[in-house]
């Protein structure tokens, strides 16, 4: 399975941006799918996560300003992100489990990892 990753870039504080993330390979869409991000000197952390029926969970700091979705048919996730601010800054990471159906949090219950794409927003 390899996840690919697109759409990165440098905004401003305020500005919208939207990430997405290809899946190819033997994916199974049954599972979950999510966005972590790591910024310089932090561990990785959750952003966002989706089953394959839509239900998703957000860390308490993008809530009401990214929005996950999924295609299952074209093996695509993406994220939304409005209203970004400085702190936002990171590289993000597209994720997917082979194993959970659930919107983990958990890092460990993923087992593929795209590349990577770095997001800097600017005060």
């Known amino acids: 399975v390899q996840l690919q990753a697109s759409g990165g870039g440098l905004v401003r504080a305020g500005d919208s941006l939207r990430i997405s993330c290809a899946a190819s390979g033997r994916t199974d869409s049954i599972y979950g799918i999510g966005w972590f991000r790591q910024a310089p000197g932090k561990e990785r952390e959750l952003v966002a996560a989706i089953t394959s029926g839509g239900s998703a969970n957000y860390a308490d700091s993008v809530m009401g300003r990214f929005t996950i979705s999924r295609d299952n048919a074209k093996n695509t996730v993406s994220l939304q992100m409005n209203s970004l601010k400085p702190e936002d800054t990171a590289v993000y990471y597209c994720?997917?489990?082979?194993?959970?159906?659930?919107?983990?949090?958990?890092?460990?219950?993923?087992?593929?990892w795209g590349q990577g794409t770095l997001v800097t927003v600017s005060s």
């Open positions: 994720a997917l489990s082979g194993r959970y159906y659930r919107a983990s949090h958990y890092s460990d219950d993923y087992d593929y």
